[in-house]
């Protein structure tokens, strides 16, 4: 059975900082590229991140040089390193794996990170 789960969210002061974890099992992980993906209240779920199996990392450009993922291919774990949080970081955050030889996409169900004073 797969499994992807976050952890880590919760409130934080702007300009704060967070870690997100999404621990996994379930897949061969080193082979999946893995992603953070987050949607707002009322908005559409978007990218945040990307960090592929080659370790080679993307990122929206919202969250350049703020925000940076990493992955641990021995605890099978990828994390989001978020630092300078503002307002409008506010979201739903979701780990999402993913892998196109055979196609698969996995998600965790997400973990709230709130931006508030």
């Known amino acids: 059975q797969v499994q992807l789960v976050e952890s880590g969210g919760g409130l934080v002061q702007p300009g704060g900082s967070l870690t997100l974890s999404c621990t996994t099992s379930?897949?061969?992980?080193?082979?999946?590229?893995m992603g953070w993906y987050r949607q707002a209240p009322g908005k559409q779920r978007e990218l945040v991140a990307v960090?592929?199996?080659?370790?080679?990392?993307t990122y929206a450009d919202s969250v350049k040089g703020r925000f940076a993922a990493s992955r641990d291919n021995v605890k099978n774990t990828v994390y989001l390193q978020m630092n300078s949080l503002k307002p409008e970081d506010t979201a739903v955050y979701y780990c999402?794996?993913?892998?196109?030889?055979?196609?698969?996409?996995?998600w965790g169900k997400g973990t709230l990170v709130t931006v508030s004073s």
């Open positions: 999402n794996a993913r892998r196109a030889i055979p196609n698969r996409t996995y």
């Open positions: 960090i592929d199996s080659g370790f080679t990392t």
């Open positions: 379930g897949i061969d992980f080193r082979s999946y590229d």
